[in-house]
Protein backbone atom coordinates (compact mmCIF):
# COMPACT_ATOMS: atom_id res chain seq x y z
CA UNK A 1 0.00 0.00 0.00
CA UNK A 2 1.51 3.68 -0.99
CA UNK A 3 1.93 5.99 1.12
CA UNK A 4 2.90 9.64 1.36
CA UNK A 5 3.48 11.56 4.30
CA UNK A 6 4.17 15.24 3.65
CA UNK A 7 6.03 17.70 6.29
CA UNK A 8 7.46 21.09 6.60
CA UNK A 9 4.57 23.60 6.38
CA UNK A 10 4.13 26.55 8.73
CA UNK A 11 3.33 30.40 9.14
CA UNK A 12 6.30 32.26 7.00
CA UNK A 13 6.58 36.21 6.14
CA UNK A 14 6.20 37.82 2.98
CA UNK A 15 9.37 37.10 1.15
CA UNK A 16 10.05 34.44 3.32
CA UNK A 17 11.42 30.38 2.21
CA UNK A 18 9.97 27.23 3.54
CA UNK A 19 11.43 23.58 1.99
CA UNK A 20 8.11 20.86 2.01
CA UNK A 21 8.90 17.29 2.24
CA UNK A 22 7.23 14.28 1.28
CA UNK A 23 8.20 10.93 2.63
CA UNK A 24 6.92 7.90 0.26
CA UNK A 25 6.56 4.67 0.98
CA UNK A 26 5.10 0.99 0.03
CA UNK A 27 5.74 1.55 -3.71
CA UNK A 28 8.58 1.91 -6.09
CA UNK A 29 9.07 5.88 -6.31
CA UNK A 30 11.07 5.66 -8.91
CA UNK A 31 8.66 4.68 -11.31
CA UNK A 32 6.20 7.62 -10.33
CA UNK A 33 6.16 10.81 -11.60
CA UNK A 34 5.53 13.06 -8.69
CA UNK A 35 3.83 16.52 -7.95
CA UNK A 36 2.74 19.05 -5.65
CA UNK A 37 -0.44 20.49 -5.40
CA UNK A 38 -2.21 23.27 -3.42
CA UNK A 39 -5.77 24.04 -2.45
CA UNK A 40 -6.90 27.86 -0.59
CA UNK A 41 -10.09 27.75 1.07
CA UNK A 42 -12.97 27.83 -1.22
CA UNK A 43 -10.92 27.09 -4.07
CA UNK A 44 -10.15 24.00 -6.23
CA UNK A 45 -6.95 22.15 -5.74
CA UNK A 46 -4.38 23.25 -8.35
CA UNK A 47 -1.26 21.95 -9.87
CA UNK A 48 1.76 23.94 -8.37
CA UNK A 49 5.09 21.38 -9.48
CA UNK A 50 5.85 17.80 -11.10
CA UNK A 51 8.86 16.49 -12.02
CA UNK A 52 9.20 12.84 -13.58
CA UNK A 53 10.25 9.77 -11.72
CA UNK A 54 14.24 10.20 -12.83
CA UNK A 55 14.14 13.64 -11.64
CA UNK A 56 15.65 14.81 -15.46
CA UNK A 57 12.71 17.15 -15.84
CA UNK A 58 10.64 19.76 -14.20
CA UNK A 59 7.42 21.77 -14.63
CA UNK A 60 6.01 24.56 -12.69
CA UNK A 61 2.78 26.48 -13.33
CA UNK A 62 3.52 30.14 -14.57
CA UNK A 63 2.71 32.07 -10.94
CA UNK A 64 5.60 29.80 -8.71
CA UNK A 65 8.63 29.96 -11.78
CA UNK A 66 11.32 31.22 -10.59
CA UNK A 67 10.64 31.05 -6.99
CA UNK A 68 10.14 27.34 -6.28
CA UNK A 69 11.60 24.31 -7.01
CA UNK A 70 10.96 20.65 -7.00
CA UNK A 71 13.30 17.63 -6.52
CA UNK A 72 13.16 14.41 -5.47
CA UNK A 73 15.69 12.08 -4.00
CA UNK A 74 14.56 8.16 -4.95
CA UNK A 75 16.85 6.59 -2.79
CA UNK A 76 15.11 8.22 0.42
CA UNK A 77 12.09 8.38 -0.95
CA UNK A 78 11.50 11.87 -0.83
CA UNK A 79 9.82 14.48 -2.42
CA UNK A 80 10.60 17.94 -1.97
CA UNK A 81 9.66 21.88 -2.93
CA UNK A 82 11.71 24.81 -1.94
CA UNK A 83 9.58 27.49 -1.94
CA UNK A 84 11.29 31.33 -1.74
CA UNK A 85 10.19 34.68 -2.06
CA UNK A 86 6.78 33.63 -1.04
CA UNK A 87 3.55 35.40 -1.27
CA UNK A 88 0.41 35.41 0.44
CA UNK A 89 -1.41 33.93 -2.01
CA UNK A 90 0.89 31.23 -1.62
CA UNK A 91 -1.18 30.33 1.11
CA UNK A 92 -2.66 26.55 0.80
CA UNK A 93 -2.99 23.51 2.22
CA UNK A 94 -0.11 21.80 0.34
CA UNK A 95 -0.07 17.91 -0.99
CA UNK A 96 1.69 15.75 -2.41
CA UNK A 97 0.72 13.00 -5.04
CA UNK A 98 1.93 10.44 -7.20
CA UNK A 99 1.24 8.96 -11.05
CA UNK A 100 2.26 6.28 -13.14
CA UNK A 101 2.03 8.68 -16.11
CA UNK A 102 2.59 12.26 -16.11
CA UNK A 103 -0.01 14.31 -18.52
CA UNK A 104 0.44 17.72 -18.59
CA UNK A 105 -1.36 20.13 -17.78
CA UNK A 106 -1.55 18.00 -14.79
CA UNK A 107 -4.74 17.17 -13.59
CA UNK A 108 -5.71 15.96 -9.65
CA UNK A 109 -7.76 13.38 -10.95
CA UNK A 110 -4.74 11.51 -12.55
CA UNK A 111 -2.93 10.77 -9.64
CA UNK A 112 -3.10 7.77 -7.64
CA UNK A 113 -1.42 8.54 -4.55
CA UNK A 114 -2.10 11.17 -2.43
CA UNK A 115 -0.62 12.77 0.44
CA UNK A 116 -2.61 14.45 3.90
CA UNK A 117 -1.51 17.59 2.98
CA UNK A 118 0.61 20.36 4.78
CA UNK A 119 -0.76 23.87 5.84
CA UNK A 120 1.32 26.85 4.39
CA UNK A 121 0.41 30.50 5.93
CA UNK A 122 2.18 33.66 4.40
CA UNK A 123 1.00 36.15 6.34
CA UNK A 124 2.42 38.88 8.72
Known amino acids: QGQLVESGGGLVQPGGSLRLSCAASGRTWSMYAMAWFRQAPGKEREFVAA????????YYTDSVKGRFIISRDNAENSLYLQMNSLKPEDTALYFC?????????????????WGQGTQVTVSS
Open 97 to 113: AATLVLRLPARASEFDY
Open 51 to 58: ITGSGDDT
